[in-house]
Nanobody, 120 residues
Framework: QVQLVESGGGLVQPGGSLRLSCAADGSGFSINTMGWYRQAPGKQRELVAAVTSEGNTNYAVSVKGRFTISRDNAGNTVSLQMNSLKPEDTAIYYC??????????????WGQGTQVTVSS
């Protein structure tokens, strides 16, 4: 029903920038929330940033002031602009969406993940 197409990620030096994008393709649904999570080796998956259908945003304390999440409702796309990257940001980043189907059922979908490595 929903396919998440992720792009971006890669290797960047400390202080550099990357931009992640995630597009939700499909039909028969509307999106309640889109966001990015990350999981580093040996750690649990954590919320990085999320944006609601109303445009409200939430950020992890560790990324506030450095990351910016935005949503294109028309294109069902969420982007995460990551600036001033630190080695601690190294992780696999996953796009997550919560949708509302035509039967008003809420479902969650996860992307396959994209690697972000911050290292010199």
């Amino acid at each position: 029903q929903v396919q998440l197409v992720e792009s971006g990620g890669g290797l960047v030096q400390p202080g550099g920038s990357l931009r992640l994008s995630c597009a939700a393709d499909g039909s028969g649904f509307s999106i309640n929330t889109m966001g990015w999570y990350r999981q580093a080796p040996g750690k649990q998956r954590e919320l990085v940033a999320a944006v609601t259908s109303e445009g409200n945003t939430n950020y992890a304390v560790s990324v506030k002031g450095r990351f910016t999440i935005s949503r294109d409702n028309a294109g069902n796309t969420v982007s995460l602009q990551m600036n001033s990257l630190k080695p601690e940001d190294t992780a696999i980043y996953y796009c997550k969406v919560e949708i509302r189907t035509t039967t008003w059922v809420r479902l969650q979908y996860w992307g396959q993940g994209t690697q972000v490595t911050v290292s010199s």
